[in-house]
Protein backbone atom coordinates (compact mmCIF):
# COMPACT_ATOMS: atom_id res chain seq x y z
CA UNK A 1 0.00 0.00 0.00
CA UNK A 2 1.15 3.85 -0.80
CA UNK A 3 0.80 5.98 1.56
CA UNK A 4 2.64 9.82 2.30
CA UNK A 5 2.60 10.60 5.99
CA UNK A 6 3.10 13.91 6.24
CA UNK A 7 3.87 15.64 9.85
CA UNK A 8 5.20 18.83 11.77
CA UNK A 9 2.86 21.42 10.86
CA UNK A 10 1.97 23.73 13.68
CA UNK A 11 1.04 27.34 15.17
CA UNK A 12 4.05 29.46 15.12
CA UNK A 13 4.65 33.45 14.87
CA UNK A 14 5.85 35.60 11.91
CA UNK A 15 9.54 35.04 11.54
CA UNK A 16 10.02 31.62 13.05
CA UNK A 17 10.58 28.16 11.37
CA UNK A 18 9.43 25.20 11.14
CA UNK A 19 10.62 21.07 9.56
CA UNK A 20 7.70 19.49 7.71
CA UNK A 21 8.08 15.57 6.68
CA UNK A 22 6.87 13.58 4.61
CA UNK A 23 7.58 9.75 4.85
CA UNK A 24 6.93 7.74 2.05
CA UNK A 25 6.08 3.73 1.73
CA UNK A 26 5.25 0.82 -0.70
CA UNK A 27 6.99 2.05 -3.82
CA UNK A 28 9.43 4.24 -5.43
CA UNK A 29 8.76 7.70 -6.74
CA UNK A 30 11.28 9.57 -8.31
CA UNK A 31 9.72 13.31 -7.87
CA UNK A 32 8.44 14.60 -4.85
CA UNK A 33 6.94 18.03 -4.23
CA UNK A 34 4.99 20.42 -1.89
CA UNK A 35 1.93 21.88 -2.18
CA UNK A 36 0.17 24.29 -0.24
CA UNK A 37 -3.82 24.89 -0.29
CA UNK A 38 -5.26 28.14 1.50
CA UNK A 39 -8.81 28.68 2.36
CA UNK A 40 -10.55 29.26 -0.58
CA UNK A 41 -7.55 29.21 -2.72
CA UNK A 42 -6.00 26.19 -5.48
CA UNK A 43 -3.66 24.36 -4.53
CA UNK A 44 -0.07 25.98 -5.34
CA UNK A 45 3.25 24.33 -5.83
CA UNK A 46 5.96 25.40 -3.37
CA UNK A 47 8.85 22.84 -3.90
CA UNK A 48 10.32 19.35 -5.77
CA UNK A 49 12.73 17.31 -5.68
CA UNK A 50 14.41 14.52 -7.69
CA UNK A 51 15.18 11.51 -5.40
CA UNK A 52 18.28 10.47 -7.67
CA UNK A 53 20.02 13.75 -8.47
CA UNK A 54 18.67 15.55 -5.35
CA UNK A 55 17.77 18.60 -7.83
CA UNK A 56 15.82 21.26 -6.50
CA UNK A 57 12.69 23.73 -7.63
CA UNK A 58 11.11 26.41 -5.58
CA UNK A 59 8.32 28.92 -6.28
CA UNK A 60 9.39 32.07 -6.06
CA UNK A 61 6.99 32.97 -3.33
CA UNK A 62 9.79 31.01 -1.19
CA UNK A 63 12.90 30.96 -2.60
CA UNK A 64 15.31 31.96 -0.55
CA UNK A 65 13.38 30.93 2.53
CA UNK A 66 12.40 27.56 2.57
CA UNK A 67 14.57 24.49 1.40
CA UNK A 68 13.29 21.21 0.31
CA UNK A 69 15.55 17.93 0.96
CA UNK A 70 15.73 14.45 1.14
CA UNK A 71 17.07 11.31 3.27
CA UNK A 72 17.74 8.62 1.18
CA UNK A 73 17.87 5.96 4.42
CA UNK A 74 14.24 7.00 5.83
CA UNK A 75 12.73 7.37 2.53
CA UNK A 76 11.90 10.70 3.64
CA UNK A 77 11.31 14.72 2.16
CA UNK A 78 11.82 17.11 4.32
CA UNK A 79 10.40 21.36 3.96
CA UNK A 80 12.59 23.33 6.33
CA UNK A 81 10.53 26.81 6.31
CA UNK A 82 12.46 29.70 7.77
CA UNK A 83 11.28 33.33 8.39
CA UNK A 84 7.65 32.10 7.68
CA UNK A 85 4.68 34.75 7.01
CA UNK A 86 1.08 35.24 7.50
CA UNK A 87 0.59 34.43 4.10
CA UNK A 88 2.43 31.26 4.03
CA UNK A 89 -0.53 29.64 6.14
CA UNK A 90 -2.28 26.87 4.61
CA UNK A 91 -2.29 23.11 5.08
CA UNK A 92 0.82 21.63 3.38
CA UNK A 93 0.75 18.88 1.16
CA UNK A 94 3.09 16.13 -0.12
CA UNK A 95 3.08 14.64 -3.68
CA UNK A 96 4.97 12.35 -5.40
CA UNK A 97 5.34 10.73 -9.08
CA UNK A 98 6.87 7.41 -9.99
CA UNK A 99 8.62 9.44 -13.23
CA UNK A 100 11.06 12.81 -13.47
CA UNK A 101 8.79 15.63 -14.28
CA UNK A 102 9.51 19.15 -15.77
CA UNK A 103 8.29 22.67 -15.51
CA UNK A 104 4.99 22.67 -16.12
CA UNK A 105 4.33 19.17 -15.08
CA UNK A 106 6.02 19.67 -11.82
CA UNK A 107 3.82 22.29 -10.48
CA UNK A 108 0.98 21.48 -11.73
CA UNK A 109 -1.03 19.48 -8.75
CA UNK A 110 -3.28 17.69 -11.80
CA UNK A 111 0.22 15.71 -12.76
CA UNK A 112 0.83 14.03 -9.29
CA UNK A 113 -0.78 10.89 -8.62
CA UNK A 114 -0.11 9.86 -4.92
CA UNK A 115 -0.87 12.41 -1.86
CA UNK A 116 -0.50 12.75 1.51
CA UNK A 117 -3.45 13.54 4.14
CA UNK A 118 -1.80 17.44 4.35
CA UNK A 119 -0.47 19.41 7.52
CA UNK A 120 -1.49 22.54 8.78
CA UNK A 121 0.64 25.18 9.09
CA UNK A 122 -0.91 28.69 10.62
CA UNK A 123 1.62 31.58 10.67
CA UNK A 124 0.45 34.66 13.20
CA UNK A 125 1.55 37.94 12.83
Known amino acids: QVQLVESGGGLVQAGDSLRLSCAASGRTFVTYAWFRQAPGKERDFVAA????????YYADSVKGRFTISRDNAKTTVYLQMNSLKPEDTAVYYCAAHPLTLYDLSRSNPRTYIYWGQGTQVTVSS
Open 49 to 56: ITWSGGNT
